[in-house]
């Protein structure tokens, strides 16, 4: 048997020998050649058996029990900041509010970490840390996703590369080939960076990632007719179901964006909490709080360039300068919103999956407090002054500023305001003769909707009664979903719609969206019903209302379309910017938006809550000057009323006069008619009727 005895220090090698003692004879199964050879070097050492054991690098790296840290240490260790105005190895102090950020990524069970934060407040960089970390201590394939795919190619060269050749640490990890280091991709010795970015499915596509970091998520710019990017990504972590990590990073835009629904979603959602020095007593930072002199008229140049702002807290009333502020974030942590337990208390206790976290841009150190109220100043007296560019401002200071996204005032209020515009009429109903007993429906005009694919679709509608004259004035008859052609056809042309003195309204014209799964058969549609029905397709810029184009061929196909069908391009922002402008319209005011009645349901909601909310959807930017619908909600009714009113000007229904009683009364005596007498004959000329003409 071989013993290890005290050890003796061996002579300087380049390996360290391994010192054993023979203290039993060599065993006898070994092969003679070893045993003669091992017999001999024991004599020749003195009883002594030295033997030399070098392992290779990979080896001692792989071998090496080292000892599980914090990404917050490791990063103030190994990481080296050199694109920032503070260059240099990495420190917490700078942005204490990160260090959490970085350690809950890692903690096991954690998937999926949302980051709805401000510019300049380094959520970027704190997720660069955590992929240094994974580098040295759990390497797997790792992609960025990007907006585009320049902002890609520059964040490869200037923030991501920069980060391995700096460090000490990760500079081991660099192969040395140049084929290994691209704008696209970094292969280290251990594992592979790629990048990829929005709207390109080969990018998104055929790599299986353990590590998914989305940069920028509300930027992205999706396709409509595929899968959004942000799906396209999620589905590269699938073969690593357990191990996966997947980052959202974004200053949100809209409410119901990307980064705003993942932030909703999450488990845990979590704010910062700072603590006062002067009374020692924690509180959420809110905007609130931040005061200065003069109110909105005061002047934000002079407030922003003289540091007039401080923030009060809410216990002591002590006034904060921005070092005062950096002090109290130092000594803060995160809390969690609805149990209020601690960040690490809550992963222990909770288990949680996702977690999200909000940062405000006043915890950072590189935002001034007098900054954001001279942000605030500018946009309210851009909106005292009427200045169109205001509501863009008031978004950006909220996206960037309160990291909340931007709802519009106006759109909270537009949902009561449109339920306000409800009748007394049931739905189906068309409303009857006005108090002078003179009809008011001119015709009932359809606007129909195509939606889904061409395995699960369906088609919404509303049928609207249209008044005479230029006032516009209209009256929603009934809305609804089907999910084919033909119960679609059976609701326009072979029902009859009454009002309230029995009288029959057929649907006069129809406005069908030919853009969704199903083209072939509205073009069939509209060959049938051609002086009744026009397929439509909507576009942003026109230089008309509408425009039509012959269509003699089915999609994709040397199949004729008989008679051919007149496919009509609607401007959606003429008729958007007029069905806005009614919208707006009081009741009882001429040219009122009429609804029919929504008496509610036994939980409380009426019949119309899901039409109102799709006409709540859209809203206009007047920086792009174009109506934009936010991700996430529907529109489809509102698409429908468009359509309507698109149907309402192809026809013309604004230019028809109401019809003039022309009968007279009866007299109660009757009179008899005087007898036709014979005209008196005239010579035949030129341009004369011949007298046998009238015989």
């Not at 092969?31 to 091992?38: D, N, Q």
């Not at 840290?69 to 920032?84: A, F």
């Not at 149907?647 to 007279?664: D, F, L, M, Y």
Request: hydrophobic residues 35%; proline residues 6%; contains cysteine.
């Amino acid at each position: 048997m071989l013993t290890n005895p005290t050890p003796t220090k061996p002579k300087r090698t380049s390996a360290k020998p391994s010192v054993v003692r023979l203290t039993r004879k060599v065993p006898a199964w070994l092969p003679e050649r070893v045993r003669r050879r091992l017999i001999s070097r024991v004599r020749s050492s003195g009883g002594r058996l030295l033997h030399s054991t070098k392992f290779s690098k990979g080896e001692r790296a792989t071998l090496r029990h080292r000892k599980k840290i914090p990404v917050s240490v490791w990063s103030e260790r190994h990481r080296v900041v050199h694109n920032s105005s503070i260059p240099g190895r990495w420190s917490n102090e700078i942005t204490p509010y990160l260090a959490g950020v970085m350690d809950a990524s890692m903690f096991p069970g954690v998937q999926d970490i949302t980051l709805s934060k401000g510019p300049q407040t380094g959520g970027t960089e704190a997720i660069h840390n955590v992929v240094g970390y994974i580098a040295d201590r759990s390497p797997a394939p790792t992609m960025y996703v990007f907006p585009s795919e320049n902002t890609a190619r520059e964040n490869m060269t200037d923030r991501i590369y920069p980060m391995y050749t700096a460090s000490s640490r990760l500079r081991g990890l660099l192969t040395g080939k140049s084929e290994d280091k691209g704008s696209i991709r970094l292969k280290l010795r251990n594992m592979h960076v790629y990048m990829a970015w929005s709207g390109s499915r080969t990018a998104l596509s055929n790599k299986p990632i353990c590590y998914l970091v989305m940069d920028e998520l509300d930027k992205y710019q999706d396709s409509k007719k595929e899968a959004s990017s942000e799906a396209l990504a999620l589905k590269r972590t699938e073969t690593y179901p357990r191990k996966r990590k997947r980052w959202r990073i974004s200053s949100p835009s809209d409410s119901g964006s990307a980064i705003q629904r993942n932030f909703d979603q999450a488990q845990g959602r979590f704010d910062y909490v700072v603590r006062c020095r002067h009374c020692g007593m924690e509180q959420v930072m809110r905007f609130e709080q931040i005061k200065w002199d003069g109110g909105t008229d005061a002047n934000s140049q002079e407030i922003m360039a003289q540091h007039l702002a401080w923030y009060e807290c809410e216990h002591c009333g002590t006034c904060w300068t921005d070092i005062d502020r950096d002090e109290a974030v130092k000594l803060g942590h995160w809390r969690e919103r609805t149990s209020g337990l601690e960040l690490f208390a809550y992963l222990q206790t909770v288990k949680p999956r996702s977690i999200a976290f909000h940062i405000p841009g006043w915890l950072s150190r590189f935002v001034s407090l007098s900054a954001i109220a001279g942000e605030f100043i500018a946009y309210k007296q851009a909106q005292k002054k009427g200045d169109p560019e205001w509501r863009n401002m008031r978004k950006d200071f909220y996206n960037a500023r309160l990291a909340l996204p931007w709802v519009d005032y106006e759109e909270e209020r537009t949902k009561s305001a449109i339920l306000a515009l409800c009748d007394d009429r049931p739905r189906g109903r068309v409303p009857g003769v006005d108090k002078d007993g003179k009809p008011r429906v001119a015709a009932l005009i359809a606007g129909v909707d195509t939606q889904g694919n061409e395995e699960k679709g369906h088609y919404k509608y509303v049928i609207r009664a249209f008044g005479y004259g230029e006032s516009g004035e209209s009256w929603k008859v009934q809305s609804g979903a089907v999910t084919s052609i033909e119960a679609m056809e059976k609701i326009l042309w072979g029902s009859t719609y009454k009002d309230a003195q029995g009288n029959e309204h057929v649907v006069r014209f129809v406005m069908w969206d030919a853009m969704g799964h199903q083209t072939k058969r509205i073009y069939e549609l509209a060959s049938k019903h051609r002086t009744r029905m026009l397929p439509t397709q909507g576009k942003q810029k026109l230089d008309a209302p509408l425009q039509q184009t012959v269509i003699e061929y089915f999609p994709g196909t040397k199949i004729r379309v008989p008679g051919g069908v007149r496919l009509t391009k609607v401007n959606t922002k003429f008729f958007k910017d007029d069905l806005s402008a009614k919208l707006a319209i009081a009741p009882g005011d001429p040219g009122c938006f009429w609804l029919h009645a929504a008496p509610q349901t036994d939980d409380g909601s009426t019949i119309l809550d899901s039409y109102a909310a799709e006409m709540t959807a859209e809203y206009y930017d007047f920086k792009l000057r174009k109506w934009i619908q936010p991700e996430n909600k529907k529109n489809d009714y509102w698409d429908c009323e468009v359509l309507c009113l698109a149907g309402a000007w192809h026809i013309g229904v604004s230019n028809w006069k109401r019809p003039v009683e022309t009968a007279q009364k009866q007299q109660s005596t009757p009179v008899a008619p005087k007898r036709p007498t014979a005209a008196p004959a005239q010579a035949a000329g030129v341009g004369m009727r011949p007298a046998w003409f009238s015989r």
